[in-house]
């Protein structure tokens, strides 16, 4: 997993908690990097799952809940940084249907060893989309944040479902939009 993703994990701690006592959950926590990351490094996506563990717990915030939380920040740090896969989106179900045919597929282009999740996408009607999201790495409660914000940016009311359809080692979860009357 890139270490782009490492470095704002760390930047979102720090603006809730500040800086010492990210440092602190850092040196408490074992690391098999030493919490010392770079935006130019690769780090195991467990390193994420133990991090996030490792603040939930000193916070007493379900790991579930920071992962949305830090889905959102993700997203919006996408937007600024890479506001071209925004343009001539007409709104966020247009935005999510190319995720998986365009956005992923360039930022795979970008950098050849990223490690991304496949998703499929189906109008069940005007009003409500359902986006299948499928990787080796649980961070469904991620893409959750990821797809609210994704909504919020295009000023769209939705009520969005998850239901967690993992098993095996694979994680798997079907997320339903439906705009809000
Ligand atoms: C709402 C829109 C998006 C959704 C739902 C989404 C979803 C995700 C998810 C869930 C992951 C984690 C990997 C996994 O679960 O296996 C991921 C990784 C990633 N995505 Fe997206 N994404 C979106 C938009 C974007 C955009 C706009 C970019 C900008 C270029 C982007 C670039 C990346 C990158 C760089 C990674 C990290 C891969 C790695 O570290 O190996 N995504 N995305």
New binding site residues.
Partial sequence: ??GI?FVELVRMAESALGEDVVDEILDETELETDGAFSVVGNYPCRELLTIVEAIGARVKVPVEDLHEQFGQWM?AR?VES?PV?FEGKTDGFD??ES?ENE??VE?RKL?PE????SFTTERLSADQFKMV?D?E?P?HH??KG??QS?MEHFQQEVDLQMVDRSQDGRFTAEFTLQKAA
């Fill in positions: 997993m890139k993703v997203f996408f890479y896969f935005m999510l995720i956005v992923h930022v950098y990223v490690e991304l999740p999201y990787s790495r961070l991620f893409c990821m797809i994704c």
